[in-house]
């Protein structure tokens, strides 16, 4: 049975027109029908959420699991690449993720940088801030990009290779895991014990220094050259070059920064 849209008496499927009033079924056959349209959509919707299935995540919870996914992964990518570089080194020359390479040398400085700030604070008579946290990893972090940024001319234009910058800081840095561990030792020395153990930490600070030294040669005299120069020359230049920038930024401003650490150089000597 249908039921009338004017009066709201009840009339055959079959028929046409209202028996009580007259008006036209088919219209409201048509209204029905509409109307069901309309509000199929909407039921659906109601049913589908009241389930609680697969209801659609809000825009901000999908990019926060992104997000998530990514560092996860980019942490995953650099253990392994720490792992297969601080087992064997030689390996580092087939590593190509860029971004490994840079979180190498962001934590080098970021380790170094947390280091020195517990030795300042515990030698120097004034305190040790933020500002100086952060120019102390400014200052390493430029250490180590002048050490790349060497390399990579070195080996664009004198050995004539296509590597990019950031394939060279990774192979780079990964002769550079050793250090890691290194520093990470140097600092939990200088949180448990920053007045007994100086002599302990600037020996592992020279060792990480030499390691640095060899690293930087190791790469160059293992690299492939197209050059008519010899490598010892080559690696010569690269020394002397990185030297000079070096003098030239401890002549610039960094003099007045390794002041605050003037009490610990002065405990182990």
Same mark, same amino acid.
């Given at each position: 049975?249908?039921?009338?849209?004017?009066?709201?008496?009840?009339?055959?499927?079959?028929?046409?027109?209202?028996?009580?009033?007259?008006?036209?079924?088919?219209?409201?056959?048509?209204?029905?029908?509409?109307?069901?349209?309309?509000?199929?959509?909407?039921?659906?919707?109601?049913?589908?959420?009241?389930?609680?299935?697969?209801?659609?995540?809000?825009?901000?919870?999908?990019?926060?699991?992104?997000?998530?996914?990514?560092?996860?992964?980019?942490?995953?990518?650099?253990?392994?690449?720490?792992?297969?570089?601080?087992?064997?080194?030689?390996?580092?020359?087939?590593? !190509?993720?860029?971004?490994?390479?840079?979180?190498? =040398?962001?934590?080098?400085? #970021? @380790?170094?940088? $947390? *280091?020195? /700030? &517990?030795?300042?604070?515990?030698?120097?008579?004034?305190?040790?801030?933020?500002?100086?946290?952060?120019?102390?990893?400014?200052?390493?972090?430029?250490?180590?990009?002048?050490?790349?940024?060497?390399?990579?001319?070195?080996?664009?234009?004198?050995?004539?290779?296509?590597?990019?910058?950031? !394939?060279?800081?990774?192979?780079?840095?990964?002769? =550079?895991?050793?250090?890691? #561990? @290194?520093?990470? $030792? *140097?600092? /939990? &020395?200088?949180?448990?014990?920053?007045?007994?153990?100086?002599?302990?930490?600037?020996?592992?600070?020279?060792?990480?220094?030499?390691?640095?030294?060899?690293?930087?040669?190791?790469?160059?005299?293992?690299?492939?050259?197209?050059?008519?120069?010899?490598?010892?020359?080559?690696?010569?230049?690269?020394?002397?070059?990185?030297?000079?920038?070096?003098?030239?930024?401890?002549?610039?401003?960094?003099?007045?920064?390794?002041?605050?650490?003037?009490?610990?150089?002065?405990?182990?000597?």
């Amino acid at each position: 049975m249908k039921i009338c849209s004017n009066c709201g008496s009840e009339i055959k499927e079959d028929a046409k027109f209202c028996t009580e009033c007259g008006s036209l079924a088919e219209k409201q056959e048509k209204k029905d029908v509409h109307t069901q349209q309309q509000q199929a959509p909407q039921q659906a919707s109601q049913h589908y959420t009241a389930q609680g299935q697969n209801e659609a995540p809000e825009p901000q919870a999908v990019q926060m699991n992104i997000n998530q996914e990514k560092v996860n992964k980019l942490t995953q990518n650099y253990f392994s690449y720490f792992k297969r570089t601080v087992k064997n080194p030689s390996l580092s020359f087939t590593e !190509v993720n860029p971004v490994n390479g840079y979180i190498q =040398f962001g934590l080098l400085s #970021l @380790l170094f940088s $947390i *280091m020195m /700030i &517990f030795l300042a604070n515990w030698y120097s008579y004034s305190s040790v801030g933020f500002i100086d946290f952060i120019r102390s990893f400014a200052i390493q972090c430029a250490v180590y990009l002048i050490m790349v940024g060497v390399t990579y001319f070195l080996k664009k234009v004198v050995y004539k290779t296509n590597e990019s910058f950031g !394939v060279v800081t990774t192979q780079l840095g990964g002769l =550079f895991s050793a250090a890691v #561990l @290194l520093q990470l $030792i *140097m600092l /939990i &020395f200088s949180v448990l014990s920053p007045g007994g153990s100086v002599t302990l930490i600037a020996t592992l600070s020279l060792l990480t220094l030499l390691i640095s030294f060899i690293a930087f040669n190791i790469y160059l005299f293992q690299s492939t050259s197209n050059s008519k120069l010899d490598k010892f020359y080559i690696a010569l230049i690269g020394n002397l070059l990185i030297v000079f920038i070096y003098i030239a930024i401890i002549r610039f401003g960094v003099t007045t920064f390794m002041e605050n650490y003037e009490y610990i150089f002065n405990s182990v000597l």
